[in-house]
């Protein structure tokens, strides 16, 4: 009936004598299998591919004017890393898949097939490799994570200096008060001018208050990386320090009633001197 | 082929039920008509000579047989009788302002008020001079306390248009003013104040008062186009 | 208590006696008077509540800020056990109240026995007909959720006027994300879970039959007030509806916590049946290393929703009580918290994605034994990673909450367990793939979903290893990004998986082959749009748009521009998959008693299956994935020493 047939019985050759241990050599054994190295081959050009999406994607992350603070290029370094790590797992996956339809074969038809394909139960081998191969994968994330989240968050709230040539500076205390549907800027320690852009000086550490008069908000200065609630009754903070020069986005990423969509506003990364005018120009007091 | 003909007439059917919900939904919160501001000459600013246009908005703080309220017909709307006593800006909410233009807006304010959560927003920003006239009284904003309302324009998130950012805080009317027949104050505020309009481009406004129901009194009219919000068009 | 050991042949066991006709009041009762019932009794709670408000005035200075909300509140109570009352939900506990116990005729008229078509529109227990209510109820679910996106693609794509209102266009998307949810939760341990897992364990019944109707008209019941709301104010606060701004809303938003509350009791009830059933009504010999693998995605996904759907529940209860009875749990200005809504939203919003994913992550696996003709691979990997992934679930929830700063310092366990919490989800990649390794794959539709599936979970692995990593998330949070990365494991994952179980398991619910040309045109032109509109909504996220805008700045044109013809070009799939549904339930091809040549007990049930399944209860020997033939590379690795490959079972 059925014009398959079982794949032939692969020739066996008598085992040369050899000093490896078993494990590599049961790898190299398992590599000389044609269907594996094929598999190797299309997962290799999947993690390309991916590879591909990926510098696309960290091309359109900046195409606003980004990267505009060291945490936002550290957002997309994290990117890269992640994906090289986390490529290979995916490149595997997909190529078994591809290799199954391609290569191991396929039967259409509405009889369901003839019983031939290997009574494969489990292979401790194959669970440990990939258990491992997993474990190793998330274990990377976790420490990679970790540790650049501590950072991030030192940096943030002023803790290690803002640049190597100025060492530490005296951060600039920004309160961002998010409310139906606008955001007001003030700066406590400029004579508490107030604001409805942000204005920053470039490579000075900003420390941020963020609070709402009414329901959630979310304070997203989108090129600066940063983003944390303003929760009515409560102040979060964040920080930054902006190391390029332009005009960015803030927008608000928590849904806020009717003009959600609309409560957006700039921030102004200028230099000192300019920020000083700025200041004074608002009837700010002393400026540090 | 009669397989393939009635799997697209049901793809056909899926679009008309698509189409007929798009229509029924967005016919079902109408907003007031646009108003243009009317061009009465040119007037010299500090950007040079720009012509000069003008619109009249009042706010009153419920509709009465004198004062219809606004013609929205919103069926995600409160009840009619609660919606009564809303607030509203009149008579539209809907602006379209002349793009490289002064712009003067006279508001007459009969609505009561209180404090405002954020004194930033009893300032003025965005005019001319940095100043409004307040029933003739050129000031750079009122006392936080006696906030009627307010008018705060702002960034539609489009960022190849101008920035425009424009508030004007309106001051309340006292608890005592006498009143007329219909309950309003006999003896509005109003309150007149100039903007120069770049670009053409869309914008959103809306009062920053707290005059609404529910939650820290941003529910109600707060929340629906026609009321306390709309949007500005400069054409 | 000689007595209570004495053996009893069946005939002589006292009955209870027989009121009436067999069913009594049940003959009375069905969808009609029902939804009747409820209408009438929601219209007098609103004319009683109204009459009860005291009027406004100035002196009654309560009275203004609560509004309309109890008369609705009222109303939505009303036509819950209005409806419950009209079908003749509470007649069984009536009557035992009454000392008028069920006879066995009348648990045959309640089962349906008789009755016809009108079984499927009355309070019927028996689980086959609850199996096809729920599908036909997850089915129109999805057709309501799939018209308001494709209204939200609408509004995005045009992307030079406001389509909708503001407030519109919230409601609706609030509206999707709610019911899709709820049809997602159902979509597979509802029909396959009801219809197909008794059958498949061996047993007549789920063990509460009564239970098992009841689940399902609290369905019914929740999902007219979720409709409802669209035209009472809305769900204007996305389906997350945070606090307080959830205060702010229009009566709609009753609707909302209506549904919730009262879904909350139908999952939670189909979970203690289901469990129920599993652990205690298994055939002779069906141990627990016999048990399909199915049977385990159904345990581990009912085992979750029971322990977390209560914390939604509880968190609408304290909303609903907000709204209605002015308490203060949720407003900061009197000492409520923002928070904590939504801790108690999260700690089932993130389990519920799990409880999405399992099932249908659990029918690939079973399907693909048979599409690929070779046992499970390592079946008992398949359990460890499906109860991993149980276990881990419930300590999750906050990597929802990274960006809301309730605790920083909370940020750092929580990215550990989330990324964790690949680790036993990978195993069930490995077991999907070690199943089809070295196969011939037999490519009929369910098997092709496989394929589908494994692909739009990569796509959703990689996009979610990013946004597991705080830092990362601090950019994506809130964005497109997080809306695309959910839908690839939502939709691409869960409704995928859904489509391929029902595809397979729909020869035995309806005793027809589903159209595969129609329904593979259908699925492939969905997935084909599906790649499109999401894949370049990550690129609107990485540009910065925030999601649940309806404006927003002309660089993202081109991604929504693209995401809305992807998004049209699913609707027609979808629509073409629905049509290959529809006719074929009605006109298709009949179906052999086994026509996939499988191995689990529900295909040795004759088509159309029988009331109580089996005229003899079946006995289990082995566990149902005898398929194969021994390894031809067995004797090769076995050279190098290989122990486990030598395990080659004959069949």
């Known amino acids: 009936m059925s014009t398959t047939q079982n794949p032939p019985p692969p020739v066996e050759e008598p085992e040369e004598p050899t000093n490896r241990p078993p494990a590599l050599h049961r790898a190299t054994k398992w590599l000389e299998r044609p269907y594996a190295r094929r598999i190797i081959l299309i997962s290799g050009v999947y993690v390309i591919a991916i590879l591909a999406v990926l510098w696309f994607a960290i091309w359109v ?228 | 082929m009669k397989r393939a003909l009635f799997t697209v007439l049901s793809v056909v059917i899926g679009v008309l039920v698509v189409g007929g919900s798009v229509a029924l939904f967005s016919a079902g919160a109408q907003e007031p008509d646009p108003i243009a501001a009317k061009v009465v000459g040119k007037a010299k600013t500090p950007q040079g000579e720009l012509p000069h246009a003008e619109l009249d908005l009042s706010i009153y703080p419920n509709s009465s047989p004198a004062v219809p309220p606004p013609a929205v017909s919103d069926r995600l709307a409160q009840s009619e009788s609660e919606s009564q006593q809303w607030p509203f800006y009149t008579p539209s909410t809907n602006l379209e302002l002349p793009a490289h233009s002064l712009v003067t807006i006279r508001i007459t304010q009969y609505d009561s008020g209180g404090q405002i959560y954020n004194p930033y927003l009893a300032k003025v920003v965005g005019t001319v001079d940095g100043s409004a006239t307040y029933d003739g009284e050129k000031k750079t904003g009122i006392d936080p306390n006696t906030v009627g309302h307010t008018f705060t324009i702002h960034q539609f998130p489009e960022s190849t248009q101008p920035y425009l950012y424009v508030n004007i805080p309106v001051p309340m009317n006292g608890a005592n003013a006498p009143t007329d027949a219909n309950g309003y104050p006999k003896d509005p505020h109003v309150i007149e104040f100039s903007f120069i309009t770049g670009e053409p481009g869309q914008y959103i406004w809306n009062c920053e008062f707290p005059c609404g129901t529910g939650y820290v009194f941003f529910g109600g009219p707060m929340q629906q186009r026609g009321w306390m919000s709309g949007t500005v068009t400069v054409v | 208590m000689s007595s209570a050991t004495e053996v ?170 709610m019911v899709m949810v709820i049809a997602m939760i159902i979509v597979v341990s509802g ?107 159904i345990i581990g996904s009912s085992v979750m929703g029971l322990i977390w759907f209560p914390m939604f529940q509880y968190s609408q209860i304290l909303s609903w009580s907000d709204r209605v009875l002015q308490s203060n749990f949720f407003n900061p200005a009197q000492g409520g918290s923002v928070w904590l809504y939504e801790n108690l939203f999260w700690l089932l919003g993130h389990p519920e994605v799990y409880v999405i994913v399992i099932p249908g992550t659990a029918a690939l696996m079973e399907l693909t034994t048979v599409f690929v003709r070779k046992p499970l691979f390592s079946y008992k990997l398949a359990i460890a990673g499906i109860f991993g992934v149980v276990g881990i679930s419930g300590i999750v929830w906050a990597h929802h909450m990274y960006m809301t700063g309730f ?56 996009t979610g290893v990013w946004l597991s990593d705080v830092p990362v998330d601090q950019y994506m949070h809130g964005s497109m990004f997080v809306v695309a990365h959910f839908h690839f494991m939502l939709m691409g994952a869960a409704l995928f998986s859904a489509i391929a179980a029902i595809a397979y398991w729909f020869p035995k619910m309806t005793g027809r082959y589903l159209n595969e040309r129609i329904g593979s045109i259908g699925f492939w032109v969905a997935f084909a749009g599906f790649q499109l509109c999401f894949g370049s909504m990550f690129f609107a996220g990485l540009q910065g748009m925030p999601r649940r805008v309806l404006q927003f ?99």
Request: charged share 10%.
């Open chain 1, 61 to 288: 992350l900046n195409s606003s004017g980004g990267p505009a603070s060291g945490i936002m290029a550290e957002i997309a370094t994290t990117m890269i890393w992640l994906t090289i790590v986390a490529s290979p797992l995916m490149g595997f996956t997909v190529a078994t898949l591809v290799y199954s339809l391609f290569g191991w074969g396929r039967v259409g038809g509405d009889e369901p097939p003839m019983q031939e394909n290997p009574d494969i139960r489990t292979n401790a081998t194959a669970v440990i490799a990939w258990i491992t191969a997993t474990s190793l994968l998330a274990g990377f994330l976790v420490v990679w994570g970790l540790v650049e989240l501590a950072g991030i968050t030192a940096g943030a709230y002023g803790t290690v200096p803002a640049n190597k040539q100025q060492g530490f500076v005296a951060p600039i205390n920004v309160n961002v008060t998010g409310q139906q549907w606008v955001w007001t800027f003030e700066y406590p320690d400029l004579g508490k001018i107030q604001s409805d852009v942000l204005v920053l000086p470039i490579d000075r550490p900003t420390y941020f208050n963020v609070t709402s008069n009414d329901v959630v908000h979310n304070f997203w200065a989108v090129e600066l990386g940063i983003k944390i609630d303003a929760n009515p009754g409560a102040i979060t903070n964040t920080g930054v320090t902006p190391n390029k020069l332009g005009t960015f986005n803030i927008r608000c990423a928590e849904l806020c009633g009717l003009h959600h969509a609309y409560m957006e506003t700039k921030v102004q990364v200028v230099t000192q001197d300019e920020f000083d005018s700025w200041v004074r120009e608002m009837g700010g007091g002393k400026t540090l």
């Open chain 3, 8 to 177: 009893m042949r069946p005939e002589e066991v006292p009955q209870p006696k027989q009121y009436g006709k067999p069913g009594g009041f049940l003959r009375h009762t069905n969808i009609i008077t029902g939804t009747v019932s409820g209408i009438v009794l929601a219209a007098i709670a609103y004319l009683v509540a109204g009459a009860l408000r005291p009027p406004p005035s100035d002196e009654n200075a309560l009275a203004l800020p609560v509004g309309l909300d109890p008369q609705f509140a009222a109303m939505y109570i009303g036509w819950t056990i209005g409806l419950l009352l009209g079908i003749g939900a509470f007649d069984g506990p009536l009557r035992w109240f009454l000392g008028h116990d069920l006879t066995h005729e009348d648990a045959e008229y309640m089962a349906g026995a008789g009755q016809g078509k009108w079984r499927y529109f009355k309070y019927t227990t028996d689980h086959k007909v609850v199996g096809k209510q729920y599908l036909v109820m997850s089915l129109v679910l999805l057709g309501v959720g799939g018209t308001l996106a494709m209204m939200i693609r609408t509004e995005l794509g045009i992307t030079w006027m406001e389509v909708f209102n503001p407030n519109v266009y919230n409601s609706i998307i609030g509206t999707h994300g």
């Open chain 3, 191 to 297: 029909p396959i879970g009801n219809f197909i897992v008794p059958i498949m364990i061996g047993a007549r019944d789920m063990a509460f039959p009564r239970l098992n109707a009841l689940s399902f008209w609290l369905l019914f019941a929740a999902v007219p007030p979720l409709v409802s709301s669209l035209f009472l104010g809305g769900i204007r606060d996305g389906w997350s509806v945070y606090q307080p701004l959830n205060s702010q809303a229009p009566v709609g938003m009753l609707g909302y916590q209506t549904t919730i509350i009262v879904f909350a009791f139908s999952t939670g009830i189909a979970s203690v049946n289901l469990i129920t059933t599993i652990v205690t009504m298994r055939a002779r010999g069906m141990t627990w290393s016999r048990v399909p693998i199915f049977v385990y995605g």
């Open chain 3, 407 to 462: 605790a920083p310092s909370a940020n750092y366990p929580f990215m550990l367990s989330t990324e964790l919490i690949s680790i036993p989800f990978g195993f069930l990649v490995l077991v999907l793939l070690g199943t089809i390794w070295r196969g011939k794959v037999w490519t009929r539709l369910p098997m092709m979903a496989v394929y589908a599936v494994v692909w739009n979970k990569v796509v959703g692995g990689i």
């Open chain 3, 553 to 651: 700045d002309n660089a993202f044109n081109l991604s929504n521009w693209l995401s809305t013809i992807g998004a049209y070009t699913i609707g027609i799939g979808t629509v073409i998959f629905l049509y290959a549904i529809i006719t074929s339930w009605r006109g298709g091809q009949t179906a052999p008693m086994n026509p996939w040549a499988a191995q689990t007990l529900e295909w040795t049930v004759p088509n159309p299956v029988p009331l109580e399944n089996f005229k003899v209860l079946p006995v289990v020997t082995t566990d149902p994935y005898n398929y194969g033939v021994p390894d031809p590379y067995a004797s090769q690795v076995a050279d190098v020493g290989d122990e486990t490959s030598q395990k080659v079972s004959v069949s």
